[in-house]
């Protein structure tokens, strides 16, 4: 079941505009291995419109998951800049910096600030 981890990308965020986020914790049902995920779209009206969409798909994959908080992004592409900011009325302010290495480990060339 540590391959479902592994399988599960770090990062999944729009390619562009401004959209909110969460910090998700997964770990495989009934065990203690585990990562932290951060998953982003404009399509969410609300921060647990996100969770909505994740939590099933990681249970299919027989993973648990729990939202660690949440906040904004803001990705310009063009010109390769990432800002994270504000928070959740739901579930809380995300941990930024944590946000800030996971989104780094993806977006190695991009300038990416924290507010």
């Given at each position: 079941m540590v391959d479902a981890l592994s399988k599960v990308p770090d990062v999944d965020i729009d390619p562009d505009g401004k959209f909110k986020y969460i910090l998700v914790n997964i770990k495989v049902k009934g065990g203690t291995d585990n990562k932290v995920?951060?998953?982003?779209?404009?399509?969410?009206?609300?921060?647990?419109?996100?969770?909505?969409k994740v939590n099933p798909a990681m249970d299919a994959l027989g993973l648990e998951c729990s939202c660690l908080g949440g906040g904004k992004i803001e990705h310009n592409s063009s010109e390769k800049k990432l800002r994270v900011f504000g928070e959740s009325t739901g579930y809380g302010k995300a941990d930024h910096a944590v946000t800030v290495e996971k989104l780094?480990?993806?977006f190695k060339d991009y300038e990416i600030a924290m507010e």
């Open positions: 995920i951060v998953r982003g779209t404009k399509t969410a009206e609300y921060h647990n419109h996100i969770f909505e780094k480990s993806v």
